[in-house]
């Protein structure tokens, strides 16, 4: 089953505001999701415009949820996609590292 972190629209006409949900790649825009992660509201002002879980969000990026495009413009803004960046290129090079000692000592 594929994740992805996406958007999922509440409010009135023309008064839109969103949750980010982990959800099913096969289910819905708003149907059944796994987890809200966060609220997305792009009419208030900047400072209550959204509200994010970062550990969360994080934890479903580690088991391979992928954000839609404009989730993940909305992690980019508020710092948590370069933070993960950063987390995910430190594994990966301690796996490099981890490999390189192994192979030595055999």
Known sequence: MEVKLRLQR???KKKPFYRIVAA????KRDGRFLEIVGLYHP??????ETRLEKEKIVTWLNK???PTDVVKNILSKAGIWK????EKEKIKAEKIKNKKTKSKKS
Do not use: L, P, R, T
């Open 43 to 48: 009419i208030m002002s900047k400072e209550q």
């Open 83 to 86: 933070d993960y960046q950063v």
């Open 10 to 12: 509440f409010g009135c």
């Open 64 to 66: 391979g949820a992928k």
């Open 24 to 27: 099913s790649k096969a289910e």
